[in-house]
């Protein structure tokens, strides 16, 4: 297609949806009024980012191909480490595991629904377009004592979590004021900050930084001091890997009043789906996203740009921002497979014909650029990795 | 050993599915891994009893083989009679 014939970009699906919560936000408790298509949209914008069908947009790592049984599988391989499970996921020692077209061959001699419990159990990102999700889009899993907060108290947040949909929520509490801490690790860091210093910006700034090494006790009991200072927690672990860092959500909820603890996983924080991987395309997949559009006429792909990163990354604000004004402690688990059919159901009972004609346009878009979105200024610094971290372990490990 | 073969051991409750594997005997709580469980436990041996860990990936230092916990038990793993050690967590993905 001749570049000047480039076809106008059509609306990210839900945009409209996310607007919704956010205008809420604004209407319930102070959020300065954003937009949902700018939350949803700036990645791709910025990243020039077009519209790729059966390929994930952007660095296209996720890829959408028929199995044996005619139904569409997802499959996510942005960790070169992840292609070592290939061999385990097909059964076949031998295939190229570099080669999206042998993986997708393989992806043919395999039924869809085989290939994701499989995959799940390798803790591959994996999903299909059929699949209902499999735990609840906002799970309370714990409810702790409650804290009344005096007037004027700014809340504390500790925000562990990494890419986007976590980071995403966190950026929303720092506009609603709150003062918020993110936190890394010292072996596993948020990669964004390197590959994608645009999209980390925007949803890093004003936050301060603390690079923690967890193999140090001495670190890591600071870290669970701040941690009984904070009010809001975001983590997106699974939560086997929380309690191999040393992290007891449970026992830190009983210890502390008030608490609002918001897990972020793929599809579920408890029984067996908390194993399973999840990331914003393939998470968009298996909430129904792909099916829909297709049921709609748009065909075969992904819906936006890793949707379910911006629209967990919304409702977990939401979620966190009610939860605190309740005072009462509690662990939210949230499912972003689940989230994304949340947000599709909620969306078609608010006016049909508009979304289905929204995801139509589309899957039909294929080659269009992402839609252009004001880009955000930035109003503060993006704090240097671990720039804060002495300022704030030392002063808990003191307490 | 093809990839994506579950193993069961015959010593303890641990369960593996192979990554990678060469011709060696794949050995939990010191005894012999299969894909079936024996009717008859064989003894946990105390130089293989450290325990597996849910979703930790094993290896052995030439990296000819790797397995992955999908079920925790006593035992702990080896190959020919060479403990098989932990794998360092995986980095965070960067993007999609």
Known sequence: MPADRTPPAPAIPLARWADRQLQAMTTWHGLPR????????????????????????GLGGSRLMPARDGEWF????????????????????????GDWEAIAAAVLRHDARDLVQTGRTLGLPVARVDETPASPAIDVMLRGERRDRPEGHRPLVVDLSAIWAGPLSGHLFWQAGMEVLKVESL?????????????????????????????????????????RRADIVIEASRPRALRHLGIDAGAL????PGLVWLSITGHGASGDPADWVGIGNDCGVAGGLTRAMADAGGGIGYVGDAIADPLTGIVA????LSALRSGVAQQIGLSMSAICAMALAEERAHDRAMIDAEL???????????PTVSPRALTAPVR?????????????ARC | MKPGTRLKSAACDTEVMVIRAAEGQIECGGAPMGEAKPAEAAPLAADFSAGTLMGK???????????????????????????LVVKDAKPLPASD
């Open chain 1, 74 to 97: 997802a499959l996510t391989l942005i960790r070169e480490v992840d292609r070592e499970l290939l061999p385990a996921l097909f059964g076949d020692a031998a295939i190229d595991t």
């Open chain 1, 187 to 227: 072996t596993r860091p948020d990669l964004i900050r390197r590959d994608d210093p645009e999209t980390f910006d925007r949803i890093n700034q004003g936050k301060a930084s603390l690079l923690v090494d967890f193999t140090d006790d001495a670190q890591k009991v600071a870290l669970m001091a701040l941690i």
């Open chain 2, 57 to 83: 990936r094993y290896v052995d230092a030439a990296g000819q083989y790797e397995l992955l916990c999908v079920k925790p038990g006593k035992g702990s793993l080896s190959v020919d009679g060479q403990a």
């Open chain 1, 34 to 57: 954003l937009d949902g298509a700018t939350l949803m949209g700036e990645r791709g914008a910025n990243g020039g980012y077009t519209i790729t069908g059966t390929t994930s947009a």
């Open chain 1, 253 to 256: 909820m009983r210890e502390t």
């Open chain 1, 384 to 396: 240097p990795i671990g720039a804060d971290t002495a300022h704030y372990l030392n002063a808990f």
């Open chain 1, 360 to 370: 139509c346009a589309w899957g039909q878009a294929i080659g269009a650029p992402f």
């Open chain 1, 317 to 320: 604000a939401r979620e966190g």
